[in-house]
């Protein structure tokens, strides 16, 4: 029940176009939502986070999708550039009261020019 | 701020031999965590500590690993004796347990390869 699936696995998106990523959770429990990005030979770092009291959030060209009822949600990767090149992964936790981060297994994304 | 510190960032031994991986949090933060990265298995939460005290060790694969931090401002990872298997990345992340939201800060990483 601590399970966040995640995929695809894998993503080639053209330059410009908008790639989305998905993960389903089951544990009604979690409340708290995070994307990770991560470069080669980076350690991960906080993209965007949602909690499940809005359906969306925007920051810059990263949205975040949110579906309570399915538990599911998404990453959309507005204008994607080859910047945006890296390794995604979503996560979930109780954001009071368990620390632990449950993350997906990773979408590898490239961006073509 | 220098973000959160690991040494070494890259480590070869041997089979059968001891290893320390070292991490020093970001200054402030009390909650500290150690994950391994492969990719067979993905981002794995090995331990946490929170305010220098151990909270779940569940993910710690074996009596091999084990985890101290002695401090608010330090702590080891060690595995004795290491195994081929054991090769992976290994990340610390910390994260401030009030007024710093969710927000875990992973360090660069050590790289650890098991001959």
């Known amino acids: 029940q601590q399970q966040v699936k995640q995929s695809p696995q894998s993503l080639i998106v053209q330059k410009g176009g908008i790639p989305i990523i998905n993960c389903a959770y089951e544990?009604?429990?979690?409340?708290?939502f995070p994307w990770y990005q991560q470069f080669p030979g980076k350690g991960p770092a906080l993209l965007i986070a949602?909690?499940?009291?809005?359906s969306e959030k925007k920051e810059g060209r990263f949205t975040i999708s949110f579906n309570k009822s399915a538990k599911q949600f998404s990453l959309h990767i507005m204008d994607s550039q080859p910047g945006d090149s890296a390794t995604y992964f979503c996560?979930?936790?109780?954001?009071?009261?368990?620390?632990?981060?449950?993350f997906g297994t990773g979408t590898r994304l490239t961006i073509i020019p | 701020d220098a973000g959160v510190i690991q040494s070494p960032r890259h480590e070869v031994t041997e089979m059968g031999q001891e290893v320390t991986l070292r991490c020093k949090p970001i200054?402030?933060?009390?909650?500290l965590f150690w994950y391994r990265q492969t990719m067979m298995r993905g981002l794995e939460l090995l331990i946490y500590?929170?305010?220098?005290?151990?909270?779940?060790d569940s993910g710690m694969p074996e009596d091999r690993f084990s985890a101290k931090m002695p401090n608010a401002s330090f702590s080891t990872l060690k595995i004795q004796p290491s195994e081929p298997r054991d090769s992976a990345v290994y990340f610390c992340?910390?994260?401030?347990?009030?007024?710093?939201?969710?927000?875990?800060?992973f360090g660069p990483g050590t790289r650890l390869t098991v001959l």
């Open positions: 992340a910390s994260r401030a347990l009030a007024g710093g939201g969710n927000e875990q800060f």
């Open positions: 544990n009604t429990a979690f409340d708290y």
């Open positions: 949602i909690r499940p009291d809005v």
């Open positions: 996560a979930a936790n109780q954001a009071f009261g368990n620390e632990k981060l449950t």
């Open positions: 200054s402030g933060h009390n909650s």
């Open positions: 500590f929170n305010n220098n005290v151990p909270i779940d």
